[in-house]
């Protein structure tokens, strides 16, 4: 797996991961009879109930156990720590309404495009609109509404501190030079690779949510497309204009791009069977009627890149017009920036502190 790259709800800049999960506390909940554990005005009273707190605690300990991490008991300590990110967090988004920042519904559409790109990267495949909403609402355990308002609030709270500290940030978006980038390169060389890969066309015959008797319907339509390719009535080609239910790939000549042998969600999501069987086709010949965990499919394999290290120069996908060399310079101005972005959002903060009234009720929270 190519180095520095999360899943695409995880792709998000980690330094607005927990700010922006305090909104769906904070925005999204009928507020119930609790007492306080702070208030906030910079530009208006805002109560943060003991209540809110522990459901923040809860939902980062979520975030731990979808992480693979375990689960930690808050001591009061932490609940502090947690309470003064959603005070900051309050203060972020008090400040940018009253400095007229805002997000664009075409930014939120190029950030939800961004971070499918990211996730198709990461998994070496692609996604369907709705097959990636499916994902994100079942890894982030948001609904798409809530997903979407929490890129928003992102954009907001990112578009907030560029505004304030926007030369505190360029001074760390300076190019690395090639030998910092050779260095990361040898350190990391082995990460830099390719598994085995396949490009294929297909013939696709969906069987999702089918009862059995439509499930028979869908193996007598693609076992008939079947036998007029074997007697030569219709080639590779018009089976897929006649007979395939993949729209996207209809236009392709049934072209569904590469897929990896180890791909763990495309075993997941097609079957392991199926994975094997199709890796186990040569270049250019047709295969038998194949059934996978979502249907019935005639395959194709139209490319073969076997497993092989990358070079400095290669592309880092065969789908992908970027080098190995130009994706570890972009993470390492990416690093760059993080960092700068994490300093000016300290500094920020401080100075929204400056101007608010904060009150603690420590007392309240055990």
């Given at each position: 797996?190519?180095?520095?790259?999360?899943?695409?709800?995880?792709k998000?800049?980690?330094?607005?991961?927990?700010?922006?999960?305090?909104?769906s506390f904070?925005?999204?909940q009928a507020?119930?009879?609790s007492?306080?554990?702070?208030?906030v005005?910079?530009?208006?009273t805002?109560?943060?109930?003991?209540?809110?707190?522990?459901?923040?605690?809860n939902?980062?300990?979520t975030?731990?156990?979808?992480?693979?991490?375990q689960?930690?008991?808050?001591?009061?300590?932490?609940?502090?720590e947690?309470?003064?990110?959603?005070?900051?967090?309050?203060?972020m988004?008090?400040?940018?309404?009253?400095?007229?920042i805002?997000a664009?519904?075409?930014e939120?559409d190029?950030?939800v495009?961004?971070?499918?790109?990211?996730?198709e990267?990461?998994?070496?495949?692609?996604?369907t609109d709705a097959e990636?909403?499916?994902?994100?609402?079942?890894?982030?355990?948001?609904?798409?509404?809530?997903?979407?308002?929490?890129?928003?609030?992102?954009?907001?709270?990112?578009?907030?501190i560029?505004?304030?500290?926007q030369?505190?940030?360029?001074?760390?978006?300076?190019l690395?030079?090639?030998?910092?980038?050779?260095?990361?390169?040898?350190?990391?060389k082995?990460q830099?690779?390719n598994?085995?890969?396949?490009r294929?066309?297909?013939?696709?015959?969906?069987?999702?949510?089918?009862?059995?008797?439509?499930?028979?319907?869908?193996?007598?339509?693609?076992?008939?497309?079947?036998?007029k390719?074997?007697?030569?009535?219709?080639?590779f080609?018009?089976?897929?204009?006649?007979?395939t239910?993949?729209?996207?790939?209809?236009?392709?000549?049934?072209d569904?791009?590469?897929?990896?042998?180890n791909?763990?969600?495309?075993?997941a999501?097609?079957g392991k069977n199926?994975?094997?069987?199709?890796?186990?086709?040569d270049?250019?010949?047709?295969s038998?009627v194949?059934?996978?965990n979502i249907?019935?499919?005639?395959?194709?394999?139209?490319?073969?890149k076997?497993a092989?290290?990358?070079?400095?120069?290669d592309?880092v996908?065969p789908t992908?017009?970027?080098t190995?060399r130009?994706?570890i310079?972009?993470?390492?101005?990416?690093?760059?920036?993080?960092?700068?972005?994490?300093?000016a959002?300290t500094?920020?903060?401080e100075?929204?502190?400056?101007?608010?009234d904060?009150?603690?009720f420590?007392?309240?929270?055990?």
């Open positions: 797996m190519i180095p520095g790259i999360t899943v695409n709800y995880k998000i800049t980690i330094l607005f991961i927990l700010l922006t999960l305090v909104g904070l925005s999204g507020l119930m009879i007492q306080p554990a702070a208030s005005f910079l530009t208006k805002e109560t943060i109930t003991v209540k809110q707190l522990d459901a923040q605690v939902a980062l300990n975030l731990r156990l979808r992480a693979g991490q689960a930690a008991v808050a001591t009061k300590a932490d609940k502090l947690i309470l003064e990110m959603m005070i900051s967090d309050i203060l988004m008090q400040g940018a309404e009253r400095d007229g805002k664009e519904k075409a939120v190029g950030a495009s961004n971070q499918k790109a990211q996730y990267q990461q998994t070496r495949r692609s996604f990636f909403r499916t994902i994100v609402t079942k890894e982030t355990g948001y609904t798409w509404a809530k997903y979407r308002d929490q890129l928003e609030k992102q954009i907001i709270q990112q578009k907030y560029i505004a304030k500290k030369s505190e940030i360029q001074a760390a978006a300076k690395p030079d090639n030998s910092d980038i050779e260095k990361f390169y040898r350190q990391n082995t830099f690779s598994p085995d890969m396949i294929y066309s297909q013939v696709f015959i969906s069987t999702i949510n089918l009862d059995a008797a439509k499930k028979q319907e869908a193996g007598n339509k693609i076992n008939e497309a079947y036998r390719y074997q007697n030569g009535t219709l080639t080609e018009q089976l897929v204009n006649d007979y239910e993949d729209q996207n790939a209809r236009y392709r000549n049934g569904s791009g590469y897929i990896a042998y791909d763990p969600n495309a075993t999501y097609l199926f994975m094997d069987d199709m890796f186990g086709i270049l250019n010949e047709v038998r194949m059934k996978s249907g019935y499919h005639i395959v194709k394999i139209t490319d073969v076997p092989r290290l990358l070079g400095l120069d592309a996908l992908v017009n970027q190995v130009e994706y310079a972009q993470q390492l101005i990416g690093k760059a920036q993080n960092e700068a972005l994490s300093r959002l500094s920020l903060v100075d929204l502190r400056k101007d608010a904060i009150k603690l420590e007392d309240n929270i055990d």
